[in-house]
């Protein structure tokens, strides 16, 4: 047997959530991004019947913030993090049986574009707290780009994994050894490009998600004006090629912001013990989104919530946790 990724359906101990610390990064959204944040939290824990939620705050005076935001059960941990995005900075847990380990990979920004003090290390960090064994790698790497269904399958978009701002001494096949020795990689499907103006470079849980085992949820344009079917349409090609079964969800269409279109996706769900957690935007394919996750997570609540205010620092609910599988 070998060390390997789960699905995130898999039942979990806990969950690392980012709260948001410097206003800059959330222009006139701060205080909502912390609410709905916070929201995104309560519901994860489920007042108990969900899983342990440990809310990561940079600062003493953060904690007091966010303890009157969140339930009770939901625990608080000061460490020191640039920005929210644990998904891509907390370190990865992989399990061989009985035995679970964490991966930490190396930071660079999301390719040099948004270095924040406490986002290099904060996988270290977190993962000495939990006194697991832990795999240190030495190449750029963020949990966003990819996605599995726990059986060795992934799914990563070249826009993000082969960019040459990340690792660009690595070409696919290095990338698929890389992966197979960390993660547990068998197989990888390689979609296109990301969402339109990702700030990520294309993170693939905006775009495609497992939702059960070989089976792959993807976006179906909402109109001729999405401005993602183009991407939607390739990324449904690539799939059925490699003989994966595609299951449909919505897209939320255009949501703009000044005239341009932002990554908003219903793709960056949460899939947690008690519940799937949905941003939604407002838009009129809100409850069809949440009606067609429906069958896949039988037992688990759908539960809808507002991700405006985060979605303008830059992702979603799925961006800001990473989850501890049980072993």
Not at 2 to 18: K, L, S, Y
Not at 219 to 243: F, M, S, V
Not at 298 to 325: E, K, N, Y
């Amino acid at each position: 047997m070998t060390f390997r990724m789960p699905a995130e359906w898999a039942p979990h101990d806990w969950v690392w959530i980012g709260f948001p610390a410097n206003p800059d990064e959330w222009p006139d959204a701060f205080d909502r991004a912390r609410r709905q944040i916070a929201d995104f939290a309560n519901a994860v824990h489920a007042e108990g019947r969900g899983e342990e939620v440990r809310l990561v705050v940079a600062s003493d005076a953060d904690a007091e913030d966010a303890a009157r935001l969140v339930h009770a059960g939901v625990k608080i941990i000061v460490q020191k993090l640039g920005d929210v995005w644990l998904r891509d900075t907390a370190p990865i847990a992989v399990l061989n049986g009985a035995e679970r380990a964490l991966v930490d990979f190396g930071f660079n920004g999301w390719g040099g574009k948004y270095r924040m003090p406490g986002d290099e290390d904060i996988g270290a960090r977190l993962a000495a707290t939990t006194g697991l064994p832990t795999d240190t790698q030495h190449w750029v790497f963020e949990g966003g780009a990819v996605d599995t269904d726990g059986t060795g399958l992934f799914v990563t978009t070249e826009q993000c994994l082969l960019n040459p701002n990340r690792n660009p001494d690595l070409d696919r096949g290095k990338i698929e050894t890389l992966l197979a020795g960390s993660l547990g990689l068998s197989d990888m499907l390689w979609l296109g490009d990301g969402l339109l103006n990702d700030h990520t470079d294309g993170h693939v849980d905006n775009l495609a998600r497992f939702v059960g085992p070989g089976l792959l949820a993807l976006p179906e344009a909402a109109g001729k004006d999405d401005p993602n079917a183009a991407l939607y349409a390739d990324a449904r090609t690539r799939a059925k090629a490699q003989g994966i079964e595609v299951v449909s969800m919505p897209s939320p269409g255009p949501v703009l912001v000044e005239g341009e279109p932002i990554p908003a996706s219903y793709m960056n769900f949460y899939i947690g013990n008690a519940a799937v957690i949905v941003p939604v935007y407002g838009r009129p394919n809100d409850r069809a989104a949440l009606e067609a996750l429906k069958p896949f997570f039988p037992g688990r609540d759908i539960v809808g919530l507002p991700s405006d205010a985060i979605l303008s620092g830059g992702g979603s609910f799925h961006c800001t946790s990473q989850q501890m599988p049980s072993a």
